[in-house]
């Protein structure tokens, strides 16, 4: 995720967001620092986060990848939101989908 973070959009963004992998029951956070994505594996739930993602593995990488789309996620029941569910769109606003073609070989 950190390579399709758009940095100059993250300037001065400091959003904290928590996933919570419910089949895993494993808990990381993610959060901006000076246009830097960091990652963590949360062993305190206690820190201030702005929004938490509770979801089920293969969903987050559905997601990644670009297989689920709005429907899949929004009504999922393996997908819910605790916080600001606007600072969490923001959050993946920042995030470019990566190019799915590009030449391998190039004429010359």
Do not use: C, Q, Y
Request: aromatic letters at 8%.
């Amino acid at each position: 995720m950190a390579v399709r973070l758009k940095a100059e959009d993250a300037t001065d963004k400091n959003w904290r967001i928590r996933l919570h992998f419910t089949d895993l029951n494993e808990t990381h956070l993610l959060w901006l620092e000076n246009s830097v994505l960091h990652h963590a594996k949360e062993t305190n739930s206690d820190s201030d986060v702005n929004a938490t993602l509770n979801l089920t593995h293969p969903l987050f990488v559905s997601m990644l990848v670009g297989e689920a789309g709005l429907k899949d996620t929004l009504f999922s029941d393996d997908l819910s939101v605790d916080g600001s569910r606007i600072d969490l769109v923001r959050f993946f606003s920042l995030f470019e989908k990566p190019a799915t073609s590009f030449a391998i070989v190039t004429p010359e």
